[in-house]
Nanobody
């Protein structure tokens, strides 16, 4: 079992930045693929960025490339998403997710564990 708790969301002006964190508990953290997803009102949940279990491979959605950076610290059981250059269209609830295995998957259904989410609102 893996328990995930996100933090770091908030209200920011366009062009600003936020650092989202995900605290994980459970022995499986170091062997899971970790990822960030987001869901805007009226839209489906979408993949933002992922990190494989070894910590070598990172994958980003096109919308996140060059603006967001995902990182994980197995020793502290934390996953982070550093965002910059935020846009109003980045407004969403951001979720931390984890799955067993070694492949980063972009479909939400592939992830077994989810946090409650943290709201990010970007004003224009």
């Amino acid at each position: 079992q893996v328990q995930l708790v996100e933090s770091g969301g908030g209200l920011v002006q366009a062009g600003g930045s936020l650092r989202l964190s995900c605290a994980a508990s459970g022995r499986a953290f170091s062997t899971s693929v970790m990822a960030w997803f987001r869901q805007a009102p009226g839209k489906e949940r979408e993949f933002v960025a992922g990190f494989n279990w070894i910590g070598i491979i990172k994958q980003y959605a096109d919308s996140a490339k060059g603006r967001f950076t995902i990182s994980r610290d197995n020793s502290k059981n934390t996953l982070s998403l550093q965002t910059s250059g935020l846009r109003p269209e980045d407004t969403a609830v951001y979720y931390c997710a984890a799955r067993r295995g070694t492949q980063i998957m972009v479909a939400p259904d592939e992830y077994e564990y989810w946090g409650q989410g943290t709201q990010v609102t970007v004003s224009s």
